[in-house]
């Protein structure tokens, strides 16, 4: 192997490997996102304006939560070669909750508790490897505010 | 934060429990606290990346995070971090069980 050779392989490995070990970090990618006060508006920040179907998603959650600090939320699908999960609501301030990256052969089955200060909907979209969105909605009751309402 | 990794079949289910108060920021204003959450949770397993999240100050104080991930056996170590807005981390590791 000649130097020049060796030197380029040096170069793809490095170019490799923090994209195999980094996340991707939502907030600083898509600031926007964050900021965004109603749903549609969180969605496209994240997804642009591609077509959002309701299909292949569940979202388990209580029909009537009593502690809205608390919510448990669990997000499935079985979409395979998913890139992100994003799970949104328009009962806080700002939509957007969180959004997770689906690792390589990843499930998604994600758990989570999160916060709504009244009665709302979620929202959870999850993308697939050719940039399809398939979305679920489910309203939850919430008795006692959280998020400090 | 406490991690807790189980074997079951070929799917390892973890369940990550921070301790963190997760105050978004119109909560801090009325709370009189400054608004700090956590930004980031990222779990390893075998120097792969199994799960990623990006977070908001809209999860729960103390947050549980549930996940499965397949491709990891016994006694393999999962370590779970989290970063704050404040850029605080935390990392825990734990063998699954």
């Known amino acids: 192997m000649n130097r020049r050779k060796f030197l380029g392989l040096g170069l793809a490995a490095a170019a490799l490997v923090p994209a195999a070990l980094n996340a991707t970090d939502f907030r600083t990618e898509k600031p926007d996102m964050w900021k965004a006060e109603k749903m549609e508006d969180a969605i496209k920040a994240i997804y642009g304006d591609a077509k959002v179907t309701e299909d292949k998603v569940s979202i388990k959650a209580p029909k009537l939560a009593e502690n809205g600090g608390a919510i448990p939320v669990f997000v499935k699908s079985d979409i395979e070669g998913a890139k992100t999960v994003a799970l949104f609501q328009d009962a806080n301030p700002r939509s957007a909750v969180a959004v997770w990256t689906v690792p390589e052969n990843g499930i998604i089955d994600y758990g989570i508790k999160i916060k709504m200060r009244k009665t709302g909907k979620l929202t959870a979209i999850v993308e697939d490897k050719d940039g399809n969105l398939f979305s679920k909605v489910l309203p939850v009751e919430v008795s006692i505010g959280g998020c400090g309402g | ?97």
């Open chain 2, 1 to 97: 934060m406490k991690v807790k990794a189980k074997l079951k079949g070929d799917v390892i289910k973890v369940k990550v429990l921070a301790k963190h108060a997760n105050v978004g920021p119109e909560e801090g204003e009325k709370k009189k606290v400054e608004a700090n959450f956590i930004t980031s949770v990222v779990a390893k397993c075998n120097d792969k990346v199994v799960y990623e999240l990006s977070g908001s100050g809209f999860i729960s104080k103390n947050p549980l995070f549930k996940f499965q991930f397949k491709g990891a056996k016994k006694g393999d170590k999962v370590e779970v971090t989290w970063t704050d807005l404040k850029g605080k981390t935390e990392t825990k590791a734990k063998a699954i069980k």
